[in-house]
């Protein structure tokens, strides 16, 4: 059977949100340097876009995690498959994440993170599905809340599929 994908966010909604993100951390670390580290492979395009809207100086780097596999719903075990390049002690920390589902990743990525002594630390989502929610994780700035819907596009996938659709859409008619 065909997947199927209905638009639930479109590309223009997407990109004015984004722009608004970013905004929104200029002004806040107005004079001061971020360091944006993304969560791959999901957050390229969200970290990617909201990059080129921020006007204060920017670094960057990725960690790699992993708890879905090639499946529809998080396994519960997170994997740790690629670490930050340079340490971040002292550094205005922005994780920047593609979407905020069950907790599980994005505690585990917090706890590690902090402990590495940032000046300041927050995290941010494109997507949040609290509906979905088991551990807390306290976000700064949420681009968009969402219903408990498998989606894909702008970066998310199923199956390493579909990360290159330019808006976001609810997926169906998977195995």
Known sequence: MQEEIEVLISEEKLNAR?????????????????HLIGILKGSVFFLCELAKHITVPVTMDFISVSSYGDGTKSS????????????????????VEDILDSGRTLSYVCKIMQDRKPA????????????????????SMTGFVIPDEFIVGYGLDYAQKYRNLPYIGVISNVD
């Open 18 to 34: 984004i722009k608004e993100m970013a905004e929104e951390i200029s002004r806040k670390y107005t004079g001061r340097q971020v």
């Open 76 to 95: 519960g075990i997170v994997k740790f498959n690629k670490d930050l390049d340079e340490s971040i002690e002292g550094k205005n920390v922005i994780i």
């Open 120 to 139: 300041s630390f927050e995290v941010i989502t494109l997507l949040d599905k609290p509906d979905r929610r088991v551990i807390p994780v306290e976000l």
